[in-house]
């Protein structure tokens, strides 16, 4: 039965009687820090803070809240770009960047049972012990959980098909306050790191219990279930690499040459940067960027080839082969550097494979921040969206040059991840707001045109509801029979 609370004080003396006093935190300074994130979302006070350490103090605080009818926004980040983390309601936020668990690494079956806190590099950092390698997105933050990027669905280098969905299985508190296994995690009793190794259940089956778990809660920011733990797919690091680097001078240039790449399914990464994007990662200073910049072609396109356990000399000799081929066709000039760019000879390694460590974070590393654009389109029609964003751009009075611009091939080039980046001063409210208008002009601009918004933060979502009919009356029931309180993360997903 729902009782009523005074206040959040209240709240607060509840709290201290499940968790240490010191783990809940009603401070200004902490609540201020979990109010905002470095995107162009506006902020929003908690109520509270708490700071868990395993599954089971999740669900106490979640059950807790249902008990007296409060609002829920889990964390797993220190750091946040599209206000996934924001409390919209207020109430409590359940911060669990400190689960730092590594509970399992299988080499056989290739994948990692970690919790929720754990950062790319910390993962990273284990995996090498077993000559392992977590598949990363394009250099993520160094204090971006593994866990919230997956569920957000942040794209991954590898073009691999069988790579691009990395969830095995998952370790769940629903809306509800109950613990859930999705997958064949939820067939043996054991906690998932102690099952045997003789037994059926290895966690490498992904499918149900009933809804396909692993579709579902990705993409619905803490909506529909707070994952603590996860298992996801991990590879080999490679015996052998060469990293290959193409220069052209338009977008439409690329197209062709990139897509017979892919037929070729040659190389583990592939993916095409603009000069600002990758000035941008091999800059140490804002005042380098531009310096860099002008030495780099208007568009590269970067190939890693690699070579594993098996026949290494052979994969790599065919890779090369086919790449002799397509630059004969195409009379394209294979680099394996940049031609008076000192920085790519150690810099590509810690792209490909590392976060982004020391300093700051690329995408701020310009202005402070950056308000980014992305979507989903087949490669051949980019040029066209292109043409759309520096239109919006140029009616912003925002510079082309100051924009950054990556795509990325998902499933050997099935679809496109296509992200346009605007740097801004966000201590700046002027700069703020031009960027914030500029976003809202571009998003539209772009969705008119046919741009499939998959990963809805923001304004997005009254803009990609406003188009689909159906979608958000769907969710709305799924999330009424998950969360028949509304307790957890409401108002996002516009649900």
């Not at 290739?110 to 806190?117: C, T, Y």
């Not at 754990?118 to 392992?132: D, P, R, S």
């Not at 394009?138 to 691009?164: F, G, M, N």
């Not at 989903?376 to 292109?386: C, E, G, S, V």
Request: neutral net charge; contains cysteine.
């Amino acid at each position: 039965m729902t009782s009523q609370i005074a206040s959040m004080n209240d709240v607060a003396t509840l709290l201290k009687e499940i968790l240490d006093e010191e783990r809940v935190m009603t401070d200004p300074e902490t609540v201020a820090m979990f109010s905002r994130d470095t995107s162009l979302c506006a902020p929003r006070k908690p109520d509270v803070v708490v700071r868990v350490l395993t599954t089971q103090e999740v669900q106490a605080v979640v059950k807790l809240a249902n008990a007296h009818n409060l609002p829920v926004t889990p964390r797993s980040s220190k750091t946040g770009f599209y206000g996934a983390g924001i409390p919209q309601q207020g109430g409590i936020v359940i911060d669990m960047s400190a689960m730092k668990k590594i509970r399992k690494v299988d080499v056989r079956n290739r994948w990692v049972l970690f919790e929720a806190g754990v950062t790319y590099g910390e993962l990273q950092a284990e995996l090498e012990k077993h000559g392992m390698r977590i598949l990363n997105p394009l250099l993520p933050h160094e204090s971006k959980s593994v866990i919230s990027s997956t569920l957000e669905r942040e794209p991954k280098l590898t073009t691999k098909h069988h790579l691009d969905e990395t969830i095995f299985t998952m370790e769940m508190v629903m809306p509800t306050g109950e613990i859930f296994h999705t997958g064949s995690m939820s067939i043996a009793p054991e906690a998932p790191e102690k099952i045997s190794d003789d037994l059926p259940c290895d966690l490498c089956n992904f499918h149900g219990p009933g809804l396909d778990w692993f579709r579902l809660i990705p993409g619905s920011l803490g909506s529909f279930g707070i994952v603590t733990v996860m298992n996801a797919k991990i590879d080999l690091i490679p015996e052998s690499k060469k990293t290959i680097y193409f220069g052209f001078d338009t977008l439409e240039d690329c197209v062709a040459p990139v897509y017979r790449i892919l037929r070729k399914l040659i190389g583990d990464e592939c993916f095409i940067l603009n000069s600002r994007s990758l000035a941008t990662m091999l800059a140490e200073e804002a005042s380098e960027i531009n310096r860099i910049g002008a030495l780099l072609p208007n568009y590269i396109v970067v190939l890693n080839l690699t070579a594993g356990q098996w026949f290494p000399e052979e994969k790599m000799a065919y890779q090369m082969a086919a790449l002799k081929e397509i630059s004969q066709t195409f009379m394209l000039k294979p680099m394996e550097t940049l031609p008076n760019v000192p920085e790519m000879e150690t810099a590509m390694d810690r792209i490909l494979y590392q976060p982004c460590a020391g300093g700051s974070y690329w995408k701020s590393r310009a202005k402070g921040a950056s308000g980014d654009v992305f979507f989903l389109t087949p490669l051949q029609r980019a040029p066209a969206f292109l043409k759309q964003i520096e239109k919006a751009a140029a009616q912003n009075n925002y510079l082309k040059s100051d924009i950054g611009i990556y795509l990325q091939p998902k499933q050997n080039g099935r679809a496109f991840h296509m992200e346009a980046g605007f740097p801004y001063d966000p201590e700046s409210p002027e700069d703020r707001e031009k960027a914030r208008t500029l976003h809202q002009s571009v998003s539209e601009a772009l969705l008119n045109q046919g741009a499939f918004f998959y990963r809805l933060y923001g304004p997005w979502v009254d803009m990609v509801y406003a188009r689909t009919g159906n979608l958000q009356p769907t969710l709305k029931r799924i999330k009424k029979t998950l969360d028949p309180k509304n307790i957890l993360s409401p108002g996002k997903l516009g649900v």
